[in-house]
């Protein structure tokens, strides 16, 4: 059963740091491009990052790029989210959710076929 | 960037209902269209690619149309393990586009 797990989420105040993880299993971690999106309070969805199988490529949204950093460990079935000088409008649900093409060689645009139940990051003084 | 545009934003509706979600995309999209279910406190469940295409698992109350830029999401028989807001998600170009949801209510 593939599961996604998010941990690291916690209050912060504005122009702090915080790191995200996402725990994998039930696939074959490496085969697959995982994105992380974000759901603010009594707002919708937004994609925020993704990165490919191989950490060949990473794409951001123009909101947090130049502020937030994707990688991904694949020894540890692991993802990661940087996210530095960190602003209210960062408050949000944080997902982790698998692209569901295996190997693709761009982040590309895609749906998600599986998510993590999220990571809370609230940004307040 | 491609805007989705999801009506209406809430919806009450009786057990056995026909119920439909509309999302209009602001330029054509092909069928690179998927439809999500958050029920609370979840985290969202893919329900239909491709516009139309059902997910395994996924009851065949539910069904997906699309119409040149307009699209459509069914559920034929509303049950209510349905409740939940409903969101729909362009794939086809630039960054991944989301409706703003679709809370469905019995």
């Known amino acids: 059963e593939v599961e996604l797990v998010e941990s690291g989420g916690g209050l912060v105040q504005p122009g702090r740091s915080l790191r995200l993880s996402c725990a994998a299993s039930?696939?074959?971690?490496?085969?697959?491009?995982i994105h992380w999106l974000r759901q603010g309070p009594g707002k919708g969805l937004e994609w925020v990052s993704g990165i490919t199988w191989d950490s060949g490529d990473t794409a951001y949204a123009d909101s947090v790029r130049g502020r937030f950093t994707i990688s991904r460990d694949n020894a540890k079935n692991s993802l990661f989210l940087q996210m530095n000088s960190l602003g209210t409008e960062d408050t949000a649900l944080y997902y982790c959710a698998r692209d569901p093409y295996p190997k693709r060689d761009i982040v590309g645009t895609t749906y998600y076929d599986f998510w993590g139940q999220g990571a809370l990051v609230t940004v307040s003084p | 960037d491609i805007q989705m545009t999801q009506s209406p934003p809430s919806l009450s509706a009786s057990v056995g209902d026909k119920v439909t979600i509309t999302c209009r995309a602001s330029q054509g999209i092909s069928i690179y269209l998927a439809w999500y279910q958050q029920k609370p406190g979840e985290a969202p469940k893919l329900l239909i690619k491709?516009?139309?295409t059902l997910r395994s698992g996924v009851p065949s109350r539910f069904s997906g149309h699309r119409s040149g830029t307009d699209f459509t999401l069914t559920i034929s028989s509303l049950q209510p393990e349905d409740v939940g807001t409903y969101y729909c998600?362009?794939?086809?170009?630039?960054?991944?586009?989301f409706g703003r949801g679709t809370k469905v209510e019995i």
């Open positions: 998600q362009n794939y086809n170009s630039g960054p991944p586009a």
């Open positions: 491709g516009s139309s």
């Open positions: 039930g696939f074959t971690f490496d085969d697959y491009a």
